[in-house]
């Protein structure tokens, strides 16, 4: 079993930068994909970006690249989504999601989740 806290969401204004941390329970935490999700009010779910846990492996949604930046500190069994260039589209709950062998970037391929981290960009 994985359980996952997200942090480091608020209120910024567009351009701004914001990181959000991923903390996670269990030994083997080092080796699941670990990916970012969002959700607007009225939108579904949407994939932002993931690291694999073999070789740290990333990839990203096109209306974050070059913009975001996912890692992963397995020493501290954390991921974070370092977000710059802010945008008011950007508005939405955060969510970290684990899946111990990656399958793809869609939410039901995600196995764990934590509760979620607001972030509000203003204009």
């Known amino acids: 079993q994985v359980q996952l806290v997200e942090s480091g969401g608020g209120l910024v204004q567009a351009g701004g930068s914001l990181r959000l941390s991923c903390v996670a329970s269990?030994?083997?935490?080092?080796?699941?994909?670990v990916g970012w999700f969002r959700q607007a009010p009225g939108k579904e779910r949407e994939f932002v970006a993931v690291?694999?846990?073999?070789?740290?492996?990333?990839y990203y949604a096109d209306s974050v690249k070059g913009r975001f930046t996912i890692s992963r500190d397995n020493a501290k069994n954390t991921v974070y989504l370092q977000m710059n260039s802010l945008k008011p589209e950007d508005t939405a709950v955060y969510y970290c999601?684990?899946?111990?062998?990656?399958?793809?970037?869609?939410?039901?391929?995600?196995?764990?989740w934590g509760q979620g981290t607001q972030v509000t960009v203003s204009s």
């Open positions: 690291i694999r846990g073999s070789g740290g492996i990333t």
């Open positions: 999601a684990a899946v111990r062998t990656y399958r793809g970037r869609n939410y039901y391929e995600y196995d764990y």
């Open positions: 269990g030994r083997t935490f080092s080796s699941y994909a």
